[in-house]
């Protein structure tokens, strides 16, 4: 099992993106269903306020390091082979390696037409993958009867691989609360990729990505629904670490 570094109680395993893409592959050709959390500040700052949201983190197959920030600290932690392991650009290598597995994938989250536009996009993109469908869910909580019309249709779709594209922390409960409801065995909360792949959002520069600025990026694109979640959040992750690093704060991994 892939180490993890202990970032203010979440379990960020200590990968690069090589190594994902083959640990979820092998998950899918052993049939042993479990979720991948994509996570950075944004993820682990709200884990702090909720311990449930933690126990899910901790939980999963994977929490790989969405962020530059948490790479930094797993490399402080001593595990110099730390990667970053981006969202969108995780979702692209996976469905590559997956055309010829021939494996099944189902697009769950996005607006109204996101999800059928990025099948198509990701069609085009890599020719002879297979997107066996696609759901927009509303933005509250599922009806009885919704629920049961989604497992209806992933039991008829039978994907390998399912990608919620729903925003922090409702993508990570939704694959915690339904991966043993589903006929799947992969669940990946990818998070903004549904709209960076469609063009919705523009991606940040690989400069600011490198230098851990791609919030900045983001933020000015969606200063009125982001502000709070950068400008607080941000500040506050570097107290906290700079108190777990110097051994203030003790936090253990436990789901």
């Not at 709200?46 to 983190?57: C, F, G, I, K, N």
């Amino acid at each position: 099992m892939i180490a993890r570094a202990n970032v203010l109680g979440v379990g960020i395993n200590a990968l690069n993106m090589t190594e994902a893409v083959d640990l979820c592959s092998n998950l899918v050709a052993r049939k042993t269903p479990g979720y991948v959390c994509v996570t950075g500040v944004h993820g682990i700052m709200e884990a702090q306020r909720d311990p449930s949201l933690r126990r899910v983190l901790n939980s999963s197959f994977l929490t790989v390091p969405d962020g530059m920030p948490t790479v930094w600290i797993g490399r402080l932690q001593g595990y110099s082979q730390m990667r970053r392991v981006y969202g969108p650009d995780f979702m692209l290598a996976l469905c590559s390696e997956s055309v010829g597995r021939g494996l099944r994938h189902f697009l769950y989250g996005g607006k109204e037409g996101v999800a059928s536009e990025l099948a198509c996009s990701l069609a085009l993109r890599f020719p002879g993958i297979n997107i066996v469908g696609t759901f927009t869910p509303p933005f509250r909580t599922l009806t009885d009867v919704e629920q049961n019309d989604l497992v209806n249709m992933i039991a008829v779709a039978k994907p390998d691989i399912v990608w919620v594209g729903l925003s922090t922390p409702k993508q990570e409960r939704f694959m915690a609360s339904y991966l043993s409801r589903l006929d799947t065995f992969l669940m990946v909360g990818v998070g903004a990729a549904f709209d960076i792949h469609t063009g919705r959002i523009n991606d940040a520069p690989a400069w600011m990505k490198s230098a851990g600025l791609q919030w900045l990026h983001r933020l000015a694109q969606e200063p009125r629904r982001l502000w709070k979640r950068y400008l607080i959040n941000n500040p506050l992750f570097v107290v906290y670490m700079i108190l777990q690093l110097a051994g203030r704060r003790g936090y253990n991994l436990e789901p």
